[in-house]
Nanobody, 122 residues
Framework: QVQLVESGGGLVQAGGSLRLSCAAS????????MGWFRQPPGQERVFVAAITWDDSSADYADSVKGRFTISRDNAKNLLYLQMNSLKPEDTAVYYCNAVRFYGNSWSVIGSWGQGTQVTVSS
C-alpha cells in the first residue's frame, strides 16, 4: 500500500513562497495522476492542483491559478507544489494523493497522509 508523506510547510508572510513535497513509499507515483488538496481551519478539504502521470497536463483551482505550480519527478518518486505570492487565505493543511479525473472533477483514489501545515500571516 502506498504511503504518502507531505513536507515543506511552515509559517510565511503574505507575498512569500513555499515549496511542498510529497514522497511516496510502498509503490510508485508514476502510475497515477497526482493531486494536492488543502483543508483550511474549520472547513472541508478541497482540490488545489493535479498533474497527469506523464507530466503532460496540469489543472488548478481558480483560487491558485497563476500563483501555484504543480510538478513531479517520477524518477525520484516525488510530487511538488511551488506556492508563490501566498495569501492569508492559503492557510491550510496541505495533502497529496493519487487522483483520477471522473465526470468533471478529480477524485481521490488513495489514502490520505498526515499533511503539512501552511500558515500565511498578513
Amino acid at each position: 500500500q502506498v504511503q504518502l508523506v507531505e513536507s515543506g510547510g511552515g509559517l510565511v508572510q503574505a507575498g512569500g513562497s513555499l515549496r511542498l513535497s510529497c514522497a511516496a513509499s510502498g509503490s510508485t507515483l508514476s502510475r497515477n495522476a497526482m493531486g494536492w488538496f488543502r483543508q483550511p481551519p474549520g472547513q472541508e478539504r478541497v482540490f488545489v492542483a493535479a498533474i497527469t502521470w506523464d507530466d503532460s497536463s496540469a489543472d488548478y483551482a481558480d483560487s491558485v491559478k497563476g500563483r501555484f505550480t504543480i510538478s513531479r519527478d517520477n524518477a525520484k518518486n516525488l510530487l511538488y507544489l511551488q506556492m508563490n505570492s501566498l495569501k492569508p487565505e492559503d492557510t491550510a493543511v496541505y495533502y497529496c494523493n493519487a487522483v483520477r479525473f471522473y465526470g468533471n472533477s478529480w477524485s481521490v483514489i488513495g489514502s490520505w497522509g498526515q499533511g503539512t501545515q501552511v500558515t500565511v500571516s498578513s
